[in-house]
């Protein structure tokens, strides 16, 4: 997979993010592989009431940002999880 379409798909699902980590282009996509693990590791904490509902429209949004980011090639940080950095 080219550099677009692996941060398109690490956007996708987890599963999405998975292929992407294993069969796309790492070194090209990273900026994008790094902010859609930090977004959904961050969805891990959706289920906590009240607190979780806020969160889970925020991070549709990021999500949003996120992807319209990876389909212009574009590396545009999420508004504040996006200096998170698990990749390197």
């Not at 796309?24 to 607190?51: R, S, Y």
């Not at 925020?58 to 990876?70: H, K, Q, S, T």
Request: aromatic residues 8%.
């Amino acid at each position: 997979m080219d550099k677009r379409t692996t941060g398109i798909v690490a956007y996708i699902t987890w599963i999405g993010l998975i292929i992407a980590l294993v069969a796309g282009d790492k070194e090209g996509a990273k900026f994008h592989l790094n902010q859609a693990l930090v977004l959904w590791l961050f969805m891990l904490l959706t289920p906590i009431p009240c607190l979780g509902q806020i969160l889970l429209i925020f991070l549709i949004v990021c999500w949003v940002i996120g992807l319209i980011g990876a389909i212009n090639e574009e590396e545009k940080e999420m508004p504040l999880i996006g200096s998170i950095k698990l990749i390197k």
